[in-house]
Each structure stands twice: as structure tokens, then as C-alpha cells.
């Protein structure tokens, strides 16, 4: 296996690095970041950025705006773009937006796609993807999915409630997942602004870097034409792992560049800051955390770069992509855990950004599948013997 990055890509890379240093970064403070992330003011003026510079929505094919980037470029792209909280909003490769991106690419009809693709890929709008629910609905069990979408003439009514719905509050969209009379998942896309969909609220949470928050959605009888169902009937699981395999590995990419960020943060802290006598990082306990930080970030990078590989290979990568969702989280929030505590008081503040990745990476550990249940689903595997078989394509 090669690991050296291509001469293109290479150059890819320092062209994001440099437009992250010299467009996002000096935004950072910008006052228009709430608790429930950049307003829309804020993003539109960031993606012009990324427009002008030729770096907006790199994962998408030329045909709809985008660089069309395979897996193994996205890893070394997302990395250099989540090196600033801003910057994967900045060149539209955030969440949702980015696994709701690839999934209309590879499933919605031409119609479709001019409709929501084309206005999402060029930064014009957002979009949300709306499958978890509060107890007894869907969470980690997608199998207890509880929307319903009852046929109505040529259309589906569907009643329901979601949370946890990220970029809801301003979304101009919305795929939604629900179970059709028989039971089976269906995908259904919706316009945000029409009767039958309330916004109940947006819930507080640690992270605040998704524009647009994490929001309790209701669904009251929302009329859907058969014609803005996404796929087929009754195939909504199958899309499903189409849409999440790729996503948490972008995950994984964006947030590997933050707790680069918060490791340099760390590394020039403990070089200039002095302790009984000489720099933080000239002591053992303070040094051997930088190392174990290196060797986190040396890991969680090549589990990545790994899974890109079997995605680009054409395949579906469950079980490459369930281990390294669980190696990269844990080993980047260890990062991050670490870097709070080499600064110590300075780590708990607003003063630097460690404290804000902190916050924001936690959720990182649940977010598109806990740890928890990808070491139960890397189980099962393990005892069909699977896995055997996913190696070996």
C-alpha cells in the first residue's frame, strides 16, 4: 500500500490549509456564532469565501459544482478544513449537508436533484436529515422507528416526531424517514416551509458548531407527493448505510483537523509557558501526553485513510467504518481531553479554542452510532465471521 499523497492532491491540500490560516481562521471570533451555531448571515458570507477560492463542496461531482473527490481525497481535504470549527461550514462539507449531499447524488432521480441537490451544493440552502425520535422511537435501534407515512391518493400523509434533528431551525429541507402501512422504512423528501412540519425547539446541547442547532421537529399529517419519494418503497434502511458509511467517516475527518488544532494549541502553549524551572513540555508528564497525542492523531489518520481505500474500492465499508468511527472518536476526544489538561487553568477558558473543541468534540462519541453499539455491531460480525469476508475485498 502507497501512503504518499499524489502531487495533485498534495497541492489540494496546502490550497486548503492556506485558505483555512488566512480566510477562516481571523473569523473565529466573529459574534455571529450563537449556542446554536453560525448564522446564516455568517455562513453565506464564509461559503462566498470558499466560492471565490474554487473549494466549495469538494465531495460533489463537477456536473453539480463540486471537485468530485474520491474518498481517499476527501480524508486529506476534510482533515486540512476542520482544522477551524468554521472551516467545513465555510467550504460546505459540514453535517448534514454533506452525507444529505452524497445520498441525493447517488439516489434522487435527475428532477430531484436539480430541485435540492443543485441549490445544496452550491451553498445557496441547507438541509436536515430527520431520523431519530425520542423514546419509544428510533435511536440507536433504527428498527423501532415510529413516523408513519399513510398513503393518501397519489400522496403519503406523515405524522411523527423527531430530535436531535441537526440544522432543522432555517433548513430548506428536509429527509425525512418513515414506515409505510406494512412497516418498511421509506425516505421522503419535504420542503421546510409548508403546513404540517413545526419546529417545536431547539435544544441545548455542548456543541454549537452546526448552523442551525439540534432541533425537536413534529410532523402533523405533512403532505408528500409520491413523486418526492427518495428511492424506492420500503428501501429507506438500505439508503440508510448507503448515506451513513461515508458520513461518519467525514466525521472522522473533520474532527481529526480539530484536535490537530487543539494539539499545536497544547505544543506552543507547552514550549513558552515555564514550570519549576523550565518549559511545561521539558516535563515528562507533560511531554509524554504531546506523545500520546501524536500517536492518537498517527492512528485515528490511518484507520481513516484505510476505510476511504475499501469505500473507493466500491465497497460499503460496515465494518471498516464501525472501527474506525469508534478508534478515531476516542482517540481524537483523548487528544482534546489531554490539551485541556497541558494547559490547565488556560484549557478551561474561552482564551484559546481548546476548551470550544472540547465541547463541540464530545458528541463526536455518539453521534452517528455510539461507541457502544459499533463495538456490539463489530461483535456480531466477529462471530459470523463477516468481517473475514469485508477484508477481503
Known sequence: MDFEIPAELAALRQRVRAFIADEIIPMEQDPRQTAHGPTEELRLELVAKARRAGLLSAHVSPEYGGLGLDHRSKAVFFEEAGYSLLGPVALNIFAPDEGNMHLL???????????????????????????????????????MLATTAVRDGDDYLISGRKWFITGAKGAAFAIIMAKLEDGRATMFLADMDQPGITIERAMDTLDRCFPGGHCVVRFDGLRVPARDILGELGEGFKYAQVRLSPARLTHCMRWLGAAHRAHDI???????????GKPLGHHEGVGFMLADNEMDLHMARLSIWHTAWVLDQGGL???????????????????????????????????????RIFADMRGFRIYDGPSEVHRWSIAKRILKGLHREEHRQ
Open 105 to 143: 447524488e447517488a439516489v434522487a432521480t435527475d428532477a430531484q436533484k436539480e430541485r435540492w441537490l443543485r441549490p445544496l451544493a452550491a451553498g445557496a440552502t441547507r438541509s436536515c436529515f430527520c431520523m431519530t425520535e425520542p423514546d419509544p422511537g428510533a435511536g440507536s435501534d433504527p428498527s
Open 266 to 276: 497544547a505544543t506552543a502553549y507547552a514550549r513558552r509557558r515555564h514550570a519549576f
Open 317 to 355: 465499508g460496515l465494518h471498516d467504518s464501525s472501527m474506525t468511527k469508534v478508534i478515531a472518536s476516542e482517540a481524537e476526544w483523548r487528544v482534546a481531553d489531554r490539551c485541556v489538561q497541558i494547559m490547565g487553568g488556560q484549557g478551561v477558558t474561552g482564551e484559546t479554542l481548546v476548551a
